[in-house]
């Protein structure tokens, strides 16, 4: 993975945020609260050409991607506060008041590859090591 990360050429580029979901979990009882990305050419072309060689090496079997940026998640509150259980919040306010706002483009400089374990450490669900491409 590192070696397909260092040989991945893609400039910079601009993503537009728009609006807010859930992944994991129901508004009432979220895990993750992120904003939604409008897919464009950039991402639809990593798609289609990087998201395959990640299957060939075994590392997902997924050829589809949910592409977003996540705000708040509550793997790294039960982290940083060594909690058993994962810390559910409510995050229907939250989209009631900004799930269909606009945030704008933003300018990605760098692409970050987090890989989910759900056993690993103390039986806690976290992120492994992460590959990072600085784009340039």
């Known amino acids: 993975v590192k070696e397909l990360m260092h040989n991945l050429s893609i400039k910079p580029f601009e993503i537009n945020l728009m609006g807010l979901g859930v992944m994991v979990g129901s508004p009432e009882q979220a895990q993750v ?56 919040f409510d995050a229907r306010s939250l989209l009631a008041q900004f799930g269909r706002l606009h945030f704008g483009p933003v300018q990605v400089d760098s692409i970050q590859l987090c890989f989910f374990s759900q056993h690993r450490g103390h039986d806690r669900n976290h992120y492994d090591t992460d590959f990072i491409k600085e784009l340039s």
């Open 33 to 88: 609260l992120h904003a939604e990305i409008e897919p464009n050419q950039t991402l639809k072309e990593m798609e289609s050409n990087f998201l395959p060689k990640l299957c060939d090496l075994g590392v997902t079997s997924k050829i589809t991607v949910n592409w977003h940026c996540s705000l708040l998640n509550a793997v790294y509150a039960m982290r940083r506060l060594h909690l058993r259980q994962m810390p559910l």
